[in-house]
């Protein structure tokens, strides 16, 4: 039995085989990913986490336990769907780096899309009354508008 550590110690695992026949990320045995899914290299899927049919996890990506990627959905290169949360069919998740090195990303959560960056999460009005009250009339703060 092969197995991967996620970050919690070894756990049950195998390297997914993608629809063009070549190797991907690492994914646990306790999870299920669709078919047609493709799992980029050195990304990770989670224990009880599921991948829908003809989704992709990007390169670097990790899709966290028990984590749900709907149909067709996207998680970009390097992104990360935490534990628990639920990516909708055709949705995207994706990440933003802004120039200090503070990651910006957007996710679909219960209908809603969310933005999350460091500790905050946001819908988009609550981040740009977050960041033109804490950030405004800045260089940082232009970057920061621009990202949203």
């Not at 639920?86 to 957007?106: E, I, L, Q």
């Not at 996710?107 to 999350?116: A, K, Q, S, Y």
């Not at 940082?140 to 990202?147: F, V």
Request: hydrophobic residues 40%; contains cysteine.
């Amino acid at each position: 039995m092969k197995t991967y550590n996620f970050g919690d110690g070894p756990t049950p695992a195998h390297q997914h085989i993608n629809p063009d026949g070549t190797l991907g990320g690492w994914v646990a045995d306790s999870a299920t990913v669709g078919d047609r899914a493709t799992v980029g290299d050195g990304a990770t899927v989670g224990a009880d986490a599921t991948v829908g049919a003809d989704a992709t996890v990007g390169a670097g990506a990790i899709v966290g336990d028990r984590a749900t990627v709907g149909v067709g959905a996207t998680v970009g290169v390097g992104a990360k769907v935490g534990d628990w949360a639920k990516v909708g069919d055709g949705a995207t998740v994706g990440f933003t780096r802004r120039s200090d090195g503070y990651v910006f990303s957007a996710c679909e959560v219960d209908g809603e899309i969310r933005i999350f960056a460091g500790c905050r999460n946001f819908t988009f009005p609550e981040a740009r009354a977050h960041w033109e009250a804490t950030r405004g009339g800045t260089p940082l703060g232009d970057e920061t508008m621009s990202i949203l």
